[in-house]
């Protein structure tokens, strides 16, 4: 084994003690990025907190995850930039391809699990324009956020997207899946 695996995507950690909130920053090495992620955690750190707009709200949401997931979900990012086509739909196929992925093992894809998944790639790609010196505005990140849902809602994944919806069973609330369609 050589001393390079170009085909890893590496990532460090740094624990940030930023007021009000602790922070956690990641820097994700791959071969063809380097991406700096700076996220809010919970007290026990062993969950971020994602923002993501979600439309049929029209607002955005605090979404929490755990770290080592969102570090695996980065890399696989990452990994799938590296293997996709830079041509002009170059961020709607490696979405597109990660959805797939995920379908593929879970057989479905649930509202809360593409909001984080919109997350993780708006993080992804807020660094990536921030290194060529755009900041994307709040609008921008509506649009790309709505494009996204869109793509899961109205394409190839409608069949296997699902909506999180509450009953109340005596006086608890509890979470059950609807289809969406």
Known sequence: MGLFNFSSVKCGIRYLNALPQKQIEFC??????????????TSSTEQVILSCFVPHLGKF????????????????????????????????????????????????????????IISEFMLVICDLSLQK??????????????????????GNFAPYYYVTRYRQNGGNWEPYLEKYL
């Open 28 to 41: 994700f090495l791959a071969p063809n990025y380097r991406i700096k992620i700076v996220c809010d955690i």
């Open 61 to 116: 949401v605090d979404l929490v995850y755990g770290v080592k997931d969102f570090v695996d979900d980065v890399k696989n990012i990452l990994k799938i930039f590296e293997k996709t086509s830079k041509g002009e739909d170059f961020l709607y196929d490696a979405f597109d391809k990660f959805v797939k992925r995920h379908v593929k093992e879970f057989h479905r894809i649930i509202d809360t699990d593409l909001f984080r």
């Open 133 to 154: 010196g755009i900041r994307l505005s709040v609008s921008d990140k509506v649009d790309i956020s709505k494009s996204f849902v869109d793509r899961v809602m109205m």
